[in-house]
């Protein structure tokens, strides 16, 4: 599996953001959308500002982009500062000519009831559109991709999870206490992502190295769903020195 180690975070990033804007040119071209799954999170800030930069300074149209994110806490009101509707607006969309319309992230405010339903369709979206070009990746310390923490299978799908206790202490500063962290999420399944057609998974910084090692050496387990990426014909590890430093 190849692992693409860049000097700094935001040589990374640039790297993604170019490939991704190609993409959005060429479907442009032909008339057709770009389908793209997005992360939040420390990780994919600087992607999003070189993208943002290429809006305003380039001219790259987000016109025919569609995107549907990985997850959102629940419950979770979307005008919460927490929520991961803010955070997608303050970093990206609120900076780009997006349609409103073309964006997807899972309901936070919807009836326990109600969910199953709604995941089910946030698949059927993806897959009507012809499923996603470009998907990015963050890593949580327990190996999770997307919120889909130790135990999730390879074939899952998008649906309400409980958080690990690791990741809600990580989450805990953003909120001012380990007590205001939702305990669940909605997130797209490992078998959602897998569909993509490519796939960067980004890691910064040593407090990642371990688990980036894991991922990509380590023995394919529902232990670590980021190595069911393994198994992807089109993935690629972004990485920095510090989260290389643990690779044989
Ligand atoms: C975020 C997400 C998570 C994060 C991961 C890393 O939408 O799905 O998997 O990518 O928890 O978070 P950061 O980037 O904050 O280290």
Redesign the pocket.
């Known amino acids: 599996v190849p692992a693409n180690v860049f000097d700094t975070a935001k040589i990374a990033s640039k790297y993604a953001a170019d490939e991704i804007a190609s993409l959005i040119r060429d479907k442009a071209a032909k008339g057709e959308q770009a389908v793209l799954g997005l992360?939040?999170?420390?990780?994919p800030t600087q992607l999003y500002d070189e993208l943002v930069r290429m809006h305003k300074e380039e001219g790259l149209s987000f016109e025919n982009v569609v995107t549907f994110?990985?997850?959102e806490y629940y419950p979770m009101e979307p005008d919460s500062i927490h929520s991961?509707v803010h955070f997608m607006h303050e970093y990206l969309f609120d900076h780009v000519d997006i349609k409103e319309e073309n964006i997807h992230i899972p309901d936070g405010t919807l009836d326990r009831e109600d969910v199953y339903d709604f995941c089910q369709k946030y698949e059927e979206k993806i897959d009507a559109l012809g499923g996603l070009d470009i998907q990015i990746?963050?890593?949580?310390r327990t190996g999770?991709?997307?919120?889909n923490e130790p135990g999730s299978s390879i074939n899952s799908k998008t649906r309400l999870i409980a958080l690990d206790s690791l990741?809600i202490l990580d989450a805990a500063s953003g909120f001012f206490g380990v007590e205001n962290v939702p305990r669940r999420a909605i997130t797209m399944g490992v078998g959602t992502i897998m569909k993509a057609d490519r796939i960067f998974l980004m890691a910064w910084g040593e407090g990642k190295a371990k688990i980036v090692q894991k991922a990509i050496e380590g023995d394919i387990t529902s232990q670590i769903p980021a190595t069911f990426l393994q198994k992807h014909e089109n993935v690629e590890f972004l990485l920095d020195d510090a989260s290389s430093a643990e690779l044989t």
Not at 144 to 147: L, N, P, R, S
């Open positions: 992360a939040t999170g420390s990780t994110n990985l997850d991961y990746l963050g890593i949580g999770h991709v997307g919120f990741t």
